[in-house]
């Protein structure tokens, strides 16, 4: 065996395939019974067909995860997928029902609007002095309603805190995936003041939110109704608005991601992402660094997509407050330092352990989100490639 | 007695207006509870300012009364790119920000060393003339009395209706310690900044095309 490899096998622990296999049992289990809703198997063969391919798709990579030891080069694949899948779902959904994914004064006063997590932040406090959800969706009826969506939020912020961004989210996956494309950053030095960014806009909507009675953030800057639906232009402000998310759906979706292999919007904007920074201090999973064993190499902060390992944090053997546990770090540091760790648990033991508790809950959220969204856009897809449309 | 009322009852509202500014500053400039009670002091002057200045406006309406709305944007639209050049001036070009635009930091540098102690007064002053719904009440019923001083007199009495609503606010200054928060107060007023730049574009668009 050389060298490398070696070291590599000593870094990272693997797991034999009998006990890789015990382990993914549970999950079996568990997603069966998530994607099944309860034991519901689909009896219209298509249907089963796409059931068993998800199905293997989720506990194909969770088995590579427990087996190989590597968290996030597998949760990246299903996360990407579940983004990807959800653009093509949705949008091909809202073609269906509404013919457009701009939505017209009427859909907005029938109250139909999807309720989506990035809503969260600006709607709490004009909930709390005023009684009312500021968004033009139903609270408790219909896809997508607002009680649900809360209900989910806190659920997932309890189990995973900020790991929601990384395991949870649909829309992280997109620029997740974006970053990926190349191997080695073009742009490498972003300062660090501006990862303080999503903190600035949440202040700003949530305190523009409570002004103007409105969700600020989705008028004008949600990069994500690029992907999904947005306001039909019929205004000079509405086409401003336009301008503004289009161009930052292409520069922090896109462009940014690529050049300088983070997930910039996650990093440098997202407001709901800030909030969810805090559920970090409620959940009990966070990221911790051995510094007998670090050797102060960085690859684990030049390798955080969210910005959330720097020297300092590094020195004090933490991450900072934004940390979306993905894994990245964990998987590259080459001397084994970074680990999962179970608050109030001794640190620098135990640490497959801790793992295996996070990824557990995360990949049960991931199947919850993600199971229905894949079969969904892999059924467009056969439509497309059957009928040369995704629209029924 | 009727301008204090007037105050007492839509202080939420004039506090949800000039919170934005206030509150991204007070954060930005990480002081304590009572250094920060200075800073509200200086904003409060500005705000009067702002109100005393709508007093004789209040009193002087009818001469507007011709060319009333596009007067109305022009003003409000300049106010508003005055308070936009300072917030993002404050926001993203502070002598104590570390920011990546360097080039022009040192010209800005020197700008807030001399104006550090105005800005709470500007930001007043310029809040002060928002045009929130119950400010443009005050401004009708203002406009109604027959006499300057009775203007005056009653824009007075709405500032200190609405000033209790301020009180509180001061004691951000228990956040102070946590380093990060002035970083976030100055993106945050930053942010504001090309708002009130937007809306202040198309309130003077709005006005020139009304002249």
């Given at each position: 065996m050389s060298k490398t490899s070696g070291a590599l096998k000593q870094a990272f622990p693997q797991n034999s395939l009998l006990k890789s296999f015990f382990l993914v049992l549970p999950m079996l289990?568990?997603?069966?019974?998530?994607?099944?809703?309860?034991?519901?198997?689909?009896?219209?063969?298509?249907?089963?067909?796409?059931?068993?391919?998800?199905?293997?798709?989720?506990?194909?990579?969770?088995?590579?995860?427990?087996?190989?030891?590597?968290?996030?080069?597998?949760?990246?694949?299903?996360?990407?997928?579940?983004?990807?899948?959800?653009?093509?779902s949705f949008i091909s959904n809202l073609i269906e029902t509404r013919g457009s994914m701009a939505l017209t004064g009427e859909d907005m006063i029938s109250g139909n609007t999807p309720f989506c997590h990035m809503v969260i932040p600006m709607i709490l406090i004009p909930a709390a002095l005023t009684k009312t959800i500021i968004f033009?969706?139903?609270?408790?009826?219909?896809?997508?309603?607002?009680?649900?969506?809360?209900?989910?939020?806190?659920?997932?912020?309890?189990?995973?805190?900020?790991?929601f961004c990384s395991w949870g989210c649909f829309f992280g996956g997109l620029e997740d995936g974006f970053s990926r494309l190349r191997r080695k950053p073009i742009l490498k030095h972003i300062p660090l003041k501006w990862s303080y960014m999503p903190y600035a806009v949440?202040?700003?909507?949530?305190?523009?939110?409570?002004?103007?009675?409105?969700?600020?953030?989705?008028?004008?800057?949600?990069?994500?109704?690029?992907?999904?639906?947005?306001?039909e232009i019929t205004s000079f402000q509405v086409l401003v608005q336009t301008i503004i998310f289009v161009s930052l759906f292409v520069g922090l979706v896109v462009v940014l991601p690529i050049l300088t292999k983070r997930r910039t919007q996650c990093g440098l904007l997202c407001p709901l992402g800030a909030l969810q920074s805090f559920t970090n201090k409620l959940n009990v999973f966070e990221i911790r660094i051995d510094r007998e064993k670090c050797v102060d190499c960085m690859l684990c902060a030049k390798a955080c997509p969210t910005f959330s390992l720097d020297a300092k944090s590094i020195a004090k053997g933490r991450t900072r407050l934004?940390?979306?546990?993905?894994?990245?770090?964990?998987d590259v540091c080459p001397k084994n330092a970074i680990y999962f760790h179970?608050?109030?648990?001794?640190?620098?033991?135990?640490?497959?352990?801790?793992?295996?508790?996070?990824?557990?809950?995360?990949?049960?959220?991931?199947?919850?989100?993600?199971?229905?969204?894949?079969?969904g856009a892999l059924h467009r897809i056969l439509l497309l490639v059957t009928t040369g449309s995704m629209i029924q | 007695m009727k301008g204090f009322l007037l105050g007492l009852t839509s202080g939420t509202i004039c506090l949800t207006c000039c919170a934005p500014i206030l509150v991204p500053y007070l954060l930005g400039e990480g002081k304590?509870?009572?250094?920060?009670?200075?800073?509200?002091?200086?904003?409060?002057?500005?705000?009067?300012?702002?109100?005393l200045l709508f007093g004789v406006l209040a009193w002087t309406v009818n001469l507007f009364i011709g060319k009333g709305l596009a007067l109305h944007d022009l003003l409000f639209g300049t106010v508003y790119l005055i308070l936009a050049a300072i917030l993002i001036i404050y926001g993203f070009?502070?002598?104590?920000?570390?920011?990546?635009?360097?080039?022009?930091?040192?010209?800005?540098?020197?700008?807030?060393?001399?104006?550090?102690?105005?800005?709470?007064?500007?930001?007043?002053?310029?809040?002060?003339?928002?045009?929130?719904?119950?400010?443009?009440?005050?401004?009708?019923?203002?406009?109604?009395?027959?006499?300057?001083?009775?203007?005056?007199?009653?824009?007075?009495?709405?500032?200190?209706?609405?000033?209790?609503?301020?009180?509180?606010?001061?004691?951000?200054?228990?956040?102070?310690?946590?380093?990060?928060?002035?970083?976030?107060?100055?993106?945050?007023?930053?942010?504001?900044?090309?708002?009130?730049?937007?809306?202040?574009?198309?309130?003077?668009?709005?006005?020139?095309?009304?002249?």
């Open positions: 289990f568990l997603t069966a019974m998530i994607m099944s809703e309860g034991g519901k198997i689909p009896k219209n063969p298509l249907h089963l067909i796409l059931f068993v391919i998800v199905y293997i798709f989720f506990n194909g990579m969770f088995f590579l995860m427990i087996y190989t030891g590597k968290t996030d080069r597998y949760r990246a694949i299903l996360f990407t997928t579940l983004a990807a899948s959800m653009v093509i033009p969706g139903s609270i408790l009826e219909g896809f997508a309603n607002v009680a649900t969506m809360f209900v989910i939020w806190i659920g997932a912020s309890l189990a995973l805190g900020r790991g949440l202040a700003v909507v949530v305190l523009t939110s409570t002004l103007a009675l409105s969700p600020t953030y989705c008028e004008w800057l949600c990069p994500f109704k690029a992907v999904t639906e947005f306001v934004s940390c979306t546990k993905c894994g990245k770090c964990v179970v608050k109030g648990t001794p640190v620098g033991s135990g640490h497959d352990k801790s793992r295996l508790l996070f990824i557990y809950p995360a990949l049960i959220l991931l199947a919850t989100f993600g199971s229905g969204t894949i079969k | 304590n509870v009572r250094q920060n009670m200075f800073l509200l002091f200086r904003f409060m002057i500005g705000r009067l300012s702002g109100y070009f502070n002598k104590r920000s570390r920011c990546a635009a360097k080039t022009l930091a040192g010209l800005f540098q020197r700008l807030s060393s001399h104006s550090s102690s105005l800005l709470p007064l500007f930001f007043g002053l310029l809040t002060g003339m928002n045009l929130c719904p119950p400010f443009l009440l005050a401004f009708t019923e203002a406009s109604a009395t027959s006499s300057i001083g009775g203007s005056l007199w009653f824009f007075w009495n709405f500032f200190l209706g609405t000033s209790l609503f301020f009180l509180p606010i001061p004691f951000l200054g228990v956040l102070r310690r946590f380093e990060p928060l002035q970083i976030v107060g100055k993106l945050a007023a930053g942010i504001l900044g090309v708002y009130y730049l937007y809306i202040g574009t198309t309130m003077i668009q709005g006005g020139v095309i009304q002249l």
